[in-house]
């Protein structure tokens, strides 16, 4: 297991470091817990919380393992694999995207059919990208497929912007999220998951992530489990092959960049049981793919 080791800030890691601190003090005063005393006493949160400017003198894990495995319903810490070591989340960050959305539109904010405006800005995004053009409207609930089938940039930019007139002021609002959640070792810079120094997080905010969009917003779960969606013509498959593959797989979320590695959030449920498993760091989409197969095995017992 590869330990998290400290390192001297570089110049412009010092102003970043700045910048963390100034955004704690920003946060501290909206900090709130959603998650249960259960949840707390289960040991899905950690006993103590970081400071940001502590996380800016942390080097963020390259391309290393990291997983969790929680029951679903107890928020019991089942098996755990550095489960606070930093990381780069990739397109899992897009589950935060998509939480902001569901809580907008659950506010009276947006309605499911209202159009979302696509900028310039939105279609330059790198792929995965559904590839609407400047002035180009789409769906919300379009945009939610979008998301969590097709793990689409220029849709997380077009919601971002539509919500909060710019990438980065969503992501000051996803990482606000974060800590009311109680992701206290998790930082957003972009609401894709596109390769930023600074987007991290670890196993275990991942997992809380994850625990609190099924317990908050259970009437998109349809949507984590979709396994194909047409829009525009087009057809587009999921990222995540363990749907309809692996039995009691309905979700949740593919990851890759570069500094990554292949990631998974996965929820599945069995024999009456369920859990949330997480892994970062494999090194190919089957390998990551058959860990998370394996742990739900281990943990949920063989598909009947």
């Known amino acids: ?156 930019s077009v919601v971002a912007e539509n919500l909060a007139g710019s990438d980065q002021a969503f992501a000051l609002q996803m990482t606000r999220k974060a800590r009311q959640l109680g992701m206290t070792r998790t930082n957003f810079a972009n609401p894709s998951g596109l390769p930023h120094p600074d987007q991290i997080s670890t196993a275990r905010d991942l997992a809380i992530l994850a625990m609190q969009i099924r317990k908050r917003f259970p009437r998109y779960a349809e949507i984590f489990k979709t396994e194909s969606f047409d829009y525009a013509g087009r057809h587009y498959a999921a990222t995540n092959k363990l749907l309809g593959r692996v039995a009691g797989v309905d979700g949740m979320k593919t990851g890759f960049i570069g500094d990554s590695g292949f990631n998974l959030v996965a929820s599945a449920r069995r024999n009456g049981r369920g859990v949330i498993v997480v892994v970062i760091g494999g090194k190919t989409g089957r390998e990551r793919d058959a860990r998370v197969e394996q742990l739900i095995d281990t943990y949920l017992g063989p598909a009947s």
């Open 1 to 156: 297991m590869k330990t998290i080791s400290a390192v001297r800030p570089s110049r412009k890691r010092s102003a970043t470091l700045l910048m963390g601190l100034a955004l704690s003090v920003a946060l501290a005063s909206c900090q709130s817990m959603d998650l249960s005393r259960g949840d707390v006493r289960a040991g899905l949160l950690p006993t103590t919380k970081v400071p940001a400017l502590v996380l800016g003198a942390e080097e963020v894990a390259v391309r290393t393992p990291a997983a969790l495995v929680v029951d679903a319903d107890s928020g019991r810490v089942l098996y755990a694999e550095d489960p606070d070591g930093l990381r780069h989340p990739a397109s899992i960050t897009k589950l935060m995207t998509l939480y902001l959305l569901f809580e907008a539109v659950d506010a009276g904010k947006l309605s499911l059919d209202d159009g979302l405006v696509v900028s310039s800005t939105a279609e330059a995004k790198p792929p995965s990208k559904l590839g609407l053009r400047p002035g180009e409207t789409i769906r919300v609930r379009d945009a939610m497929y979008a998301l969590a089938v097709k793990s689409a940039n220029d849709i997380a």
